[in-house]
């Protein structure tokens, strides 16, 4: 088909706004009850868009209940080109390639999402379980045959020279795994962290699937921590720089038996943690938790074991949990926040950082209340309402209280942004332009000043700059991306924020 001139892609968005953005999701008009403080925010609107976002990420044979009806089926040879089936899982941020080491972090940390928050979620708990699910169901395809893991399916080299709809995308789906010759303990101990915190889940709605999840997560812990490398060594030309490890595996392997001593309650992971706690990183310092670093998330989770649980083997991580939330208090030294008020880490994605720390301050909050304890921070005593308080302003931020005055979730509020870096937005839909568009051919769209036509809800983009500011550019992945792993710690937030203000 020959390449399409910019007019004519345009000329197709004004349709597409109609055909392609009759979302169907219910959303009910709020009655409050009673509540003795008043929100800025709809908490539970934007809970309902996070969770929403997801849907928006599917890679695969689409369901008949699929709600962003401007995507369709996509990738459904996934996993051939090594004779095995890969169909489905997620896309991990605006392009079509599915990154196995993101996309278990996702999963984890919605599954954390959930373990915490999830009584508090009423209606949006079964969404946010299939949201889960779609992860789950792709990993256990990823992980059927022993001794292997298939880590990736695409080359991004190819993917990102194209600017394609993944119903149309004609890049190479290659597939590429972990074994014992090419190690992957990073991404091997991620995916078993995902499968053990789902198994907890779906323990009480789907016993027969929980135990599947718990049997696969340990078989596949075993294998990571058996054949230990790193990924990024033996797949470097394939996964670096995209989602390179830069933290090394070791942190995966401990945030792995953290997750695994969680399911199962198998004293052998207790004993793994306690004599490979320290050879894995539990006391360095480091306050970033992302899909690369795991330290600080292993350190609040084990916390809990210690605190709620009362489990005095794991005491040493209530101080380790302590270090990092002085380290990220205002005015720390080692934590840096814009004018605004944004924790700010990096240029890139930097809001992936606001709502993993988020979504750790609120879970550490809990935990402390739950124990009748505070933290303190030289002389100053940290209870959990101010970090409650911390992680709110960090989230209110995000949905809108910035000097942008704009949210910084599609979707959400009366200014959002409209030039997301995301392929399948970006360009017309199949209803309005069912004719293949060509790999070369949407760079005239990605490159112009118009809206997106589809509205992907409830995306979390990578966030304005280290002085507040965003210049909404298609162009700019740092700060218009959006990612699974920016919404997933998201979601366990705006549950809790959505609860405390009588919303849900």
Known sequence: MASFTLGLLLSCIFTTLFLCNATHYHNPVQRHRHHPRVASHNYKDALTKSILFFEGQRSGKLPPNQRLNWRRDSGLSDGSAAHVDLVGGYYDAGDNVKFGFPMAFTTTMLSWSVIEFGGLMKGELQNAKEAIRWATDYLLKATAHPGTIYVQVGNAISDHACWERPEDMDTPRS?????????????????????????????????????????????????????????????????????????????????????????????????????????????????????????????????????????????????????????????????????????????????????????????YAKYLTSSRQVVNCGGTTVTPKKLKAMAKRQVDYLLGDNPQKMSYMVGYGPRYPQRIHHRGSSLPCIASHPGKIQCSSGFSVMKSQSPNPNILVGAVIGGPDQNDRFPDDRSDYEQSEPATY?????????AYLAHSFGQL
């Open 486 to 494: 920016i919404n997933a710690p998201l979601v366990g937030a705006l």
């Open 175 to 363: 597939v590429y795994k972990i074994d014992a010759n090419t190690p992957g303990s990073e991404v091997a101990g991620e995916t078993a962290a995902a499968l053990a915190a789902a198994s907890l889940v779906f323990r009480r709605s789907d016993p027969v699937y929980s135990k599947l999840l718990v049997r696969r997560a340990m078989r596949v812990f075993e294998f990571a921590d058996k054949h230990r490398g790193a990924y990024s060594n033996g797949l470097r030309k394939v996964v670096c720089p995209f989602y390179c490890d830069y933290s090394g595996y070791q942190d995966e392997l401990l945030w792995g038996a953290a997750w695994l001593h969680k399911a199962t309650k198998n004293p052998s992971y207790l004993g793994y943690i306690q004599s490979n706690g320290q050879i894995l990183g539990a006391a360095q310092f480091d306050n970033t938790f992302g899909w690369d670093n795991k330290h600080v998330g292993a350190r609040i989770l084990l916390s809990k074991a210690f605190l709620v649980q009362k489990l005095p083997a794991l005491h040493e991580y209530k101080g380790h949990s302590d270090n990092f939330i002085c380290s990220i208090l205002p005015g720390s030294s080692s934590t840096q926040y814009t004018p605004g008020g944004l924790l700010f880490k990096m240029n890139d994605s930097n809001m992936q950082y606001v709502t993993s720390t988020s979504f750790m301050i609120l879970a």
